[in-house]
């Protein structure tokens, strides 16, 4: 089965195109003989070099490469599309240069849904809907979202699959050895891994670093990440100057670290196999994707979250520890809680593992194979008829 991927992809860094190359390689391996085709979606911005499998460029704010990229489709071999929605990557008032682009493809359809406003503008709702008129099927991450899309949008529910955000098939382990190898041997690490943005939250977990120190003394917090692209040519290195200060103010320099760069896949794991509790202190409620609280979970660590729809289902109370937004004394309390109980924390790591293991890429990969011939199967009855 030939498929064509839309989205953003790698070098670009963003989420979508992390996702988005993740999944295709494990498609990949799965559907060897036809080897995944990307149609990748260009910020304007920076000029990128991209690998092989990137067949088609289409520029975010140019009309005319969207209908260019559609015409390619439908003159490809290609049996299938699958794309990958998210306001931001696409031109056009709310992104909408996505609907005449799908308007002229002749080909199913399969929308994945990075994000899904809770209190939409009305045109944010018209797009969404007319995106999933014009899908076969419409893929999300979480439960949770499938009854927003129903009460919120009107999506005919038939349309909406569920599967779950992929991660890599980490192995289940103690940190000491990969710890060494950071040269944080001894310390009590808590990690966050983000392309760094207000809405994470990060100041948050710092303010609780100064109540943390006094029952963890050999504590330390690693920030990890670029600041985000688009964030940055706004404003700027102001974000990550502000958390800079307040880690000085607070007096807490030996304690939080700023890893100023874009990790690698290989990198990340390293990081997330020596933490011993992750957290994503994010102050969106509404959102519903985070490929980093995956990936921590998958790899069975410890997780402190704040409550987003996202967080509300993959990290619960026997899988971790939820935490009111903006409170960083209920982060210090679930950060000593997990230091300080031993076998609370074997449980909970033990649990996100097991539900992490549903989650590895060659699982999440079969479903989508598997959604792609279901679709592709009700497309050839439909047009037989």
Same mark, same amino acid.
């Given at each position: 089965?030939?498929?064509?991927?839309?989205?953003?992809?790698?070098?670009?860094?963003?989420?979508?195109?992390?996702?988005?190359?993740?999944?295709?390689?494990?498609?990949?391996?799965?559907?060897?003989?036809?080897?995944?085709?990307?149609?990748?979606?260009?910020?304007?911005?920076?000029?990128?070099?991209?690998?092989?499998?990137?067949?088609?460029?289409?520029n975010?704010?140019?009309?005319?490469?969207?209908?260019?990229?559609?015409?390619?489709?439908?003159?490809?071999?290609?049996?299938?599309?699958?794309?990958?929605?998210?306001?931001?990557?696409?031109?056009? +008032?709310?992104? !909408?240069? *996505? =609907?005449?682009?799908?308007?002229?493809?002749? @080909?199913? $359809?399969?929308?994945?849904?990075?994000? %899904?406003?809770d209190?939409?503008?009305?045109?944010?709702?018209?797009?969404?809907?007319?995106?999933?008129s014009?899908?076969?099927?419409?893929?999300?991450?979480?439960?949770?979202?499938?009854?927003?899309?129903?009460?919120t949008?009107?999506?005919?529910?038939?349309?909406?699959?569920?599967?779950p955000?992929?991660?890599?098939?980490?192995?289940?382990?103690?940190t000491?050895?990969?710890?060494?190898?950071?040269?944080?041997?001894?310390?009590?690490?808590?990690?966050?891994?983000?392309?760094?943005?207000?809405? +994470?939250?990060? !100041?948050? *977990? =710092?303010?609780?670093?100064?109540?943390?120190? @006094?029952? $963890?003394?050999?504590?330390?917090?690693? %920030?990890?990440?670029?600041?985000?692209?688009?964030?940055?040519?706004?404003?700027?290195?102001?974000?990550?100057k502000?958390?800079?200060?307040?880690?000085?103010?607070?007096?807490v320099?030996?304690?939080?670290?700023?890893?100023?760069?874009?990790l690698?896949?290989?990198?990340?794991?390293?990081?997330?196999?020596?933490?011993?509790?992750?957290?994503?202190?994010?102050t969106?409620?509404?959102?519903v994707?985070?490929?980093?609280?995956?990936?921590?979970v998958?790899?069975?660590?410890?997780?402190?979250?704040?409550?987003?729809?996202?967080?509300?289902?993959?990290?619960?109370?026997?899988?971790?520890?939820?935490?009111?937004?903006?409170?960083?004394?209920?982060?210090?309390?679930?950060?000593?809680?997990?230091?300080?109980?031993?076998?609370?924390?074997?449980?909970?790591?033990?649990?996100?593992?097991?539900?992490?293991?549903?989650?590895?890429?060659?699982?999440?990969?079969?479903?989508?194979?598997?959604?792609?011939?279901?679709?592709l199967?009700?497309?050839?009855?439909y047009?037989?008829?």
């Amino acid at each position: 089965m030939r498929v064509i991927y839309v989205g953003s992809y790698i070098p670009r860094k963003c989420g979508i195109a992390t996702f988005t190359k993740d999944l295709t390689n494990a498609i990949n391996v799965l559907n060897p003989y036809n080897l995944t085709e990307i149609m990748a979606i260009n910020d304007n911005t920076s000029a990128y070099d991209y690998p092989w499998e990137v067949k088609f460029r289409i520029n975010q704010d140019d009309l005319k490469t969207y209908i260019a990229a559609a015409e390619y489709i439908n003159n490809s071999s290609a049996e299938v599309v699958c794309f990958q929605h998210e306001f931001g990557i696409f031109g056009g +008032k709310n992104g !909408e240069y *996505a =609907i005449p682009f799908l308007e002229q493809i002749r @080909k199913p $359809i399969v929308t994945t849904f990075h994000s %899904v406003p809770d209190e939409p503008l009305e045109s944010q709702k018209e797009i969404i809907r007319r995106i999933c008129s014009l899908s076969a099927a419409c893929v999300v991450m979480i439960n949770n979202i499938v009854e927003r899309l129903i009460s919120t949008y009107g999506v005919d529910k038939k349309k909406l699959v569920v599967i779950p955000h992929g991660v890599p098939d980490i192995p289940f382990g103690a940190t000491e050895h990969f710890k060494k190898q950071l040269k944080l041997s001894g310390k009590f690490i808590l990690t966050s891994i983000n392309l760094l943005s207000p809405n +994470k939250g990060i !100041e948050i *977990a =710092i303010e609780a670093v100064p109540k943390v120190v @006094k029952e $963890i003394p050999n504590f330390i917090y690693l %920030v990890i990440g670029e600041t985000h692209p688009v964030v940055k040519r706004k404003f700027n290195e102001e974000y990550r100057k502000e958390l800079e200060k307040r880690v000085k103010s607070l007096k807490v320099k030996n304690q939080v670290k700023f890893i100023n760069r874009y990790l690698t896949l290989e990198e990340l794991i390293s990081y997330l196999r020596a933490a011993d509790v992750y957290i994503t202190p994010y102050t969106d409620p509404g959102q519903v994707a985070s490929g980093t609280l995956s990936y921590a979970v998958g790899a069975g660590k410890a997780c402190i979250s704040t409550p987003y729809l996202y967080a509300q289902e993959v990290v619960d109370g026997d899988r971790g520890i939820l935490v009111p937004f903006r409170n960083s004394g209920s982060v210090a309390k679930a950060i000593v809680k997990v230091f300080s109980q031993p076998r609370f924390r074997s449980q909970v790591e033990r649990k996100a593992y097991d539900y992490g293991r549903l989650m590895i890429w060659p699982s999440v990969a079969l479903q989508y194979l598997d959604l792609f011939k279901l679709v592709l199967q009700k497309a050839k009855i439909y047009t037989s008829r």
